[in-house]
C-alpha cells in the first residue's frame, strides 16, 4: 500500500467516542430519549414563562373562586384545588425536578470520582481505610439520613441538592476506584511517575478522563434515582415547600384528591414517568454504545 494509502486510512479512522455516538445512534430508545428528554427540558425552561407570557398567570397565582376544575382549553391540565394552573405548576414542579436530579448527581460525582480516584490510586492500607469507610457509609439507611439532615437544618432546597448528593456518591466511588485499580499499572501512567509528575497531577489529568466512560452511564442512571429520593421527600413533606412545587409535590397533592380530580395526580405522574423511562432507556444506550466489546463486533 502507497503512503498516500496509508495516510489517507489513517486520517479516516475514528476515535472510541466517534464509535460510540455511531452505536448510540442505532439504538432507536436511546435516540427518542434524547428527544424526548430534549423536549420536557425547553417545556420545563420555557414554558412557565410562555404560558406567563400569554395567558397571564403563573405557577403561584389562585383563584379560589374557580377552584379545581377539569381541563378545558383555558386549562389544559386542568387546576388544583387552589385554581392553580396545573399545566404551569407541572411545568415549574419539572424544572425543580430536574434541578435537584442535576445538581444532587454532580455533588454525588465529585465526590465520588474523586474519592473512588484516590484510594484506587494510593492502594495498601490507604484503599483499605478508605473502602472500609464506604462500607460502613452503606449500612446507614440514607433516605433516614437525608430526613434527618432536612429536620436538623431546616427544609432548604439548596440543602436538599447538597444531601442527596452527599449519600448518592458511594456506588460512584466504588467504580471509579475499580476503574482506576485497572489503570494504575498501565504503561502511560508508569511513563508520568518516571517523568516525576506528582501524584494529584496524574490523578486528575490521567486517570480519571479514562473513566469517564463508566462516570457517564453511572451518571445517567443516577439522575432518575435522586429524582425519585426528592419525590419521595417531597411526598413526606420533606421536599420542595410551597408555593414551589415538583413533581414530587404535585404527586403527593394529587395522591390526597385523587378520587374527585384525577387529573391532578394523572399529568405530573405521567410527567415524572416519561422522564424517567427517557433517563434509564438513555442510560442503557449509553452503556451499550460505551461497552468495548461492543466495539469489536
Request: glycine share 8%; aromatic share 10%; charged share 15%.
Amino acid at each position: 500500500m502507497s503512503q498516500p494509502d496509508l495516510l489517507e486510512n489513517a486520517e479516516s479512522g475514528t476515535s472510541l467516542w466517534q464509535d460510540a455516538w455511531h452505536r448510540l445512534q442505532k439504538n432507536k430508545l436511546a435516540i427518542i430519549s434524547v428527544v424526548v428528554l430534549t423536549f420536557v427540558v425547553f417545556a420545563t425552561v420555557a414554558g412557565p414563562w410562555i404560558i406567563a407570557a400569554t395567558a397571564g398567570y403563573t405557577y403561584r397565582d389562585q383563584d379560589t373562586a374557580l377552584g379545581a376544575s377539569s381541563p378545558s382549553l383555558q386549562h389544559w391540565f386542568g387546576t388544583d384545588t387552589l385554581g392553580r394552573d396545573l399545566l404551569t405548576r407541572t411545568l415549574y414542579g419539572g424544572r425543580i425536578s430536574l434541578l435537584v436530579g442535576l445538581v444532587a448527581t454532580a455533588v454525588s460525582m465529585i465526590l465520588g470520582v474523586t474519592y473512588g480516584a484516590i484510594a484506587g490510586f494510593a492502594g495498601g492500607r490507604t484503599d483499605q481505610v478508605m473502602m472500609r469507610i464506604v462500607d460502613v457509609l452503606y449500612a446507614l439507611p440514607f433516605t433516614i439520613f437525608v430526613i434527618i439532615l432536612m429536620v436538623l437544618f431546616g427544609r432548604n432546597i439548596y440543602l436538599l441538592f447538597l444531601a442527596i448528593g452527599a449519600v448518592e456518591w458511594l456506588t460512584m466511588a466504588r467504580i471509579v476506584r475499580s476503574q482506576v485499580i485497572s489503570l494504575r499499572e498501565k504503561e502511560f501512567i508508569e511513563a508520568t511517575r518516571v517523568m516525576g509528575f506528582r501524584s494529584s497531577r496524574i490523578i486528575f489529568q490521567h486517570i480519571i478522563p479514562n473513566t469517564l466512560g463508566p462516570v457517564i452511564i453511572y451518571v445517567t442512571l443516577t439522575v432518575p434515582q435522586v429524582m425519585l429520593l426528592e419525590a419521595f421527600l417531597s411526598f413526606l413533606g420533606l421536599g420542595v415547600q410551597p408555593p414551589m412545587s415538583s413533581w414530587g409535590v404535585l404527586i403527593e397533592d394529587g395522591v390526597r384528591t385523587m378520587e374527585e380530580y384525577p387529573w391532578m395526580l394523572i399529568f405530573p405522574s405521567l410527567a415524572l414517568s416519561a422522564t424517567l423511562f427517557a433517563l434509564n432507556f438513555l442510560g442503557d444506550g449509553l452503556r451499550d454504545a460505551l461497552d468495548p466489546k461492543a466495539a469489536k463486533e
